[in-house]
């Protein structure tokens, strides 16, 4: 059974950083495109970042790019999306999602449960 | 980036009927390969998404067959030929047709 878990969120002031994470089990996790989807209390879903299979191409969306970083551990079957300088803009649950190539265009089949980043003072 | 709008925003439905959610594109989303990535997830209260459909029309794994998926070009539709209770939530289509992926705003189902 597919699963992906996801931890590291929390209340966070303005300008701080947070690591987000993500364990996965019950598939190759070494052979599937990763990615970060977000969404703001009560709004829709925004891709935020995916991530190779190797790591070796990472893309992000633009109001996340130059603050965030996703990366990935195969060894450990974990994601991370490191976040600094956060904004209030950037409160939203974060789900950690199985797929995002832009080759195979084959995405979010599995999502986790979530894990909820609030950006206040 | 292209836009989905999806139509209506809210749906109340009554039991045993059938509903359908509109989902339009500001490009086409025929790729080169010639298909088209249209996705269809589904949000429980509370829940995380889940995919019900991709590439138009092919349902995941698990998916009813109440559940059914059409369209081309710019113009794609969900059909649940008769709701149930448990299909209660928020729809979102989402293209990754064209970079970057994006999502509609959602289509609140409700029951009647």
């Known amino acids: 059974e597919v699963q992906l878990v996801e931890s590291g969120g929390g209340l966070v002031q303005p300008g701080g950083s947070l690591r987000l994470s993500c364990a996965a089990s019950?598939?190759?996790?070494?052979?599937?495109?990763m990615s970060w989807v977000r969404q703001a209390p009560g709004k829709g879903l925004e891709w935020v970042a995916n991530i190779k299979e190797d790591g070796s191409a990472r893309y992000y969306v633009d109001s996340v790019k130059g603050r965030s970083t996703i990366s990935r551990d195969n060894a450990k079957n974990s994601l991370y999306l490191q976040m600094s300088n956060l904004r209030a803009e950037d409160t939203a649950v974060y789900y950690c999602?199985?797929?995002?190539?832009?080759?195979?265009?084959?995405?979010?089949?599995?999502w986790g449960r979530g894990t909820l980043v609030t950006v206040s003072s | 980036d292209v836009v989905l709008i999806q139509s209506p925003l809210s749906l109340p439905v009554t039991l045993g009927q059938p509903a359908s959610i509109s989902c339009r594109s500001s490009q086409r989303l025929v790729y080169s390969d010639g298909n088209i990535y249209l996705n269809w997830f589904h949000q429980r209260p509370g829940q995380s998404p889940r995919r019900l459909i991709y590439?138009?029309?092919n349902r995941d794994s698990g998916v009813p067959d109440r559940f059914s998926g059409s369209g081309s070009g710019t113009d794609f539709t969900l059909k649940i030929s008769r709701v149930e209770a448990e299909d209660v939530g928020v729809y979102y289509c989402m293209q990754a047709t064209i970079w970057p992926p994006t999502f509609g705003q959602g289509t609140k189902v409700e029951i009647k």
């Open positions: 590439k138009v029309s």
């Open positions: 019950g598939f190759s996790f070494d052979t599937n495109w």
């Open positions: 999602a199985r797929g995002g190539s832009p080759l195979s265009h084959d995405y979010f089949d599995y």
